[in-house]
């Protein structure tokens, strides 16, 4: 059985762990030289406005209606449980606490992991399959520098940006929740989101969507452009890349709450 | 010159090529031949190093391009033009743009020399109606057509490589597509713009080639010009050649 396995399937695990090591190579490659691409010439302006178009007023509309509800969700189910304990004047700080330095971030991460990383890897897919990819090689034109930098640069400014905005949607539906369902003071709730707002919050909601933009556009570009295999190549490229966005989104997200808490000196 | 020498390539187990050796000079035209999957458009993309073989070397002009890195073989890919298989037209652009794209990209020509240029090119390709369309709004005639004027926009080149040009087509855009090749790659050896066709329409390759490969299980089985391939006695060429002698007899 031992013999058998050393000389007929050994050879293509083996070679299986080869491509895994030059798969990760690459993408190592992409991730690390992609931002850097936008320091060098030649620019591509045109494409990064483009991509923070899409990536950005693109995802509004979703984000916005998805945070509302969240933001309602949470105040509901956070009053109810209070109300219980005769706390219910709290529900804005934690509200705020939640939404500000965890919900929010992440929600809207796997949003935009969901919308864009699936567009970014089939478009990418779809080119390389159509040889479009290789005409910008034939004519000189890198294609990391003019198809991933762009991306790559617009995921990681696009996606704080809307991170602020779903927060401030969210806030803003626990607020109805609580003035106009659980009849709290509506001030009340302003002032203790207020409270909440110090730098410490803010950083730590702040820094998670720059590293979730970056993972998503990188690992859905990767994805993408490694696309082979005709219209299922493209199906499982593009799957692989929402699925890989969001799991690393909650393992990354885990990751920096510990490094997070740690630096801002929190007690655990 | 374009040499390969011993070049081997396999597919996970799968051998493509197989200790291939020819010369070909760039004046040439020359069309591949042989049945799906027995490696006429890797030979393409191992000319334009967008893949590298496992054995062997490619030489062009002398140089080994196997070995040089990506930013090198950037001036190496410039001495061809391409046009894949279906036009791997820029679906995010339109005609012009994509026509354009070389000349916006690597010259610093002015808008209106650009919109000459491109006009230009589209008018003796019979297409300049199309302009401001989009690659889907076009046949498939149209977008090799497209694809032929974004190649013939790179003036340095001098090769053209077609990826199955005519496949796909009804028989007069094919006809029309042919003749088009032929023009573009009019002039006196050595200072014309010679080609190499990858196709199975051998009556397509007839038309307008001058040499002729055939692949075979990874080999080249048959080089020769047009008196050679009508007196080949391999029955399996002559299998695939078939059409052609169908087609002289109803002539």
């Known amino acids: 059985m031992l013999v058998r396995y050393l000389i007929v399937k050994y050879p293509y695990d083996l070679m299986d762990i080869k491509k895994l090591v030059f798969r990760l190579q690459d993408f190592y490659i992409l991730s690390i030289k992609s931002p850097f691409g936008s320091f060098r010439r030649p620019f591509y302006f045109r494409e990064i406005i483009e991509q923070m178009d899409y990536m950005g007023t693109g995802s509004l509309f979703i984000v916005v209606l998805v945070s509302l509800f969240i933001g309602m969700a949470l105040s509901l189910q956070i009053s109810a449980e209070l109300a219980e304990m005769g706390m219910k004047m ?15 971030p992440v929600s ?22 159509g040889h479009q990819v290789d005409i910008l090689r034939v004519h000189g034109v890198n294609p990391l520098k003019k198809l991933v930098t762009p991306r790559v640069i617009s995921a990681i400014l696009m996606l704080p940006v809307l991170t602020v905005i779903g927060d401030a949607v969210a806030l803003f539906g626990g607020y109805f929740i609580s003035t106009f369902v659980s009849h709290q003071s509506g001030s009340f709730y302003w002032s203790q989101i207020q409270d909440i707002m110090d730098f410490e919050n803010i950083f730590a909601g702040l820094t998670k969507p720059f590293v979730f933009g970056y993972i998503i556009a990188c690992v859905s570009c990767y994805m993408g452009l490694s696309t082979k295999g005709g219209a299922s190549g493209l199906r499982s490229s593009t799957t692989t890349a929402v699925v890989i966005s969001m799991t690393m989104i909650i393992v990354f997200d885990f990751l920096l709450t510990r490094i997070l808490l740690y630096f801002l000196g929190a007690n655990v | 010159m374009i040499e390969f020498v011993n070049v081997s390539l396999a597919f996970n187990s799968y051998t493509v090529l197989d200790r291939v050796s020819f010369k070909a000079d760039f004046h040439e035209r020359i069309a591949i031949l042989g049945g799906s999957g027995e490696g006429k458009t890797t030979i ?27 930013s090198q073989l950037r001036e190496h890919r410039m001495k061809f033009s391409v046009v894949f ?137 048959f080089d020769g010009d047009i008196a050679a391939l009508y007196s080949v006695e391999d029955p399996e060429f002559r299998n695939f050649i078939n059409e052609l002698f169908v087609a002289e007899k109803c002539r």
């Open chain 1, 108 to 129: 809207i991460a796997l949003i935009f992991a969901g919308r864009v990383g699936s567009g970014v890897a089939s478009e990418l897919g779809s080119m390389m399959l």
């Open chain 2, 85 to 221: 298989q279906e036009g791997a037209l820029f679906d995010s652009m339109n005609v012009k743009e994509n026509v354009a794209f070389c000349l916006r990209e690597y010259t610093n020509l002015s808008e209106e020399k650009i919109d000459e240029r491109v006009r230009e090119l589209l008018k003796k390709l019979k297409i300049e109606n199309a302009i401001h369309l989009m690659p889907e709004e076009l046949s498939g005639g149209m977008q090799r057509r497209v694809a032929i004027a974004r190649s013939m926009a790179e003036c340095e080149s001098r090769m053209m490589l077609y990826d199955e040009a005519t496949t796909g087509l009804d028989p007069l855009t094919a006809d029309n597509i042919c003749t088009l090749i032929k023009d573009i790659s009019e002039g006196v050896p050595p200072g014309r713009v010679g080609f190499i066709i990858v196709t199975h329409k051998v009556t397509d390759a007839i038309k307008i080639a001058e040499r002729f490969l055939y692949l075979r299980n990874g080999k080249i089985a």
């Open chain 1, 90 to 104: 709290y529900t804005g700080k934690i509200v705020g606490l939640v939404i500000i330095r965890e919900l929010g």
């Open chain 2, 44 to 70: 393409l993309r191992l000319i334009l190093a967008l893949i590298r073989p496992d054995e062997g070397n490619i030489l062009i002009d002398g140089q080994d391009i196997t070995e040089l890195s990506e």
